[in-house]
C-alpha cells in the first residue's frame, strides 16, 4: 500500500542544482529498518543507484555520486529531497524513489515511484 510519487523541475540547465522530493504515502519514513532510495537511468543505459537516507536519517550515497549529491528528509511532510549539484548533461535521466525493507544490503526494491524525467540542458 505504500506509495511513491517523485516531484522537480524537468528541465535544469548545466551546473545548476537539481533538487528532486519524494512523497510517500501509506507509510512512514521513519519506520524501522526502511531505506528510502534515489535511482536513475539514463538513456542507453542501465540503471544506477544514487543513494538513500535511512529510517534513522542516515544516509549512504553510491562512490560515483558522493562529491555531488546529497539526501535530505521532512519528517512532518514524510518526504526525502535528493539535491544533486553543478549537473552536466550526462545527468539526464529518469530519475526514480524507491524503498528497501529489512535492511540496505538486502537490495530488494520492493516499491518505487513512476519516475520523472529529468533533462539537463542549456
Known amino acids: 500500500q505504500v506509495q511513491l510519487q517523485e516531484s522537480g523541475p524537468g528541465l535544469v540547465k548545466p551546473s545548476q542544482t537539481l533538487s528532486l522530493t519524494c512523497t510517500v504515502s501509506?507509510?512512514?519514513?521513519?519506520?524501522?529498518?526502511?531505506?528510502w532510495n534515489w535511482i536513475r537511468q539514463p538513456p542507453g543505459k542501465g540503471v544506477e543507484w544514487m543513494g538513500a537516507?535511512?529510517?534513522?536519517?542516515?544516509?549512504y550515497y553510491s562512490p560515483s555520486l558522493k562529491s555531488r549529491a546529497s539526501i535530505s528528509r521532512d519528517t512532518s511532510k514524510n518526504q526525502f529531497i535528493l539535491q544533486l549539484i553543478s549537473v552536466i548533461p550526462e545527468d539526464t535521466a529518469v530519475y526514480y524513489c524507491a524503498r528497501i525493507s529489512g535492511g540496505l544490503s538486502s537490495g530488494n526494491f520492493g516499491s518505487w515511484g513512476q519516475g520523472t524525467q529529468v533533462t539537463v540542458s542549456s
Open positions: 501509506g507509510g512512514s519514513i521513519t519506520a524501522n529498518y526502511d531505506y
Open positions: 537516507i535511512a529510517y534513522n536519517g542516515g544516509t
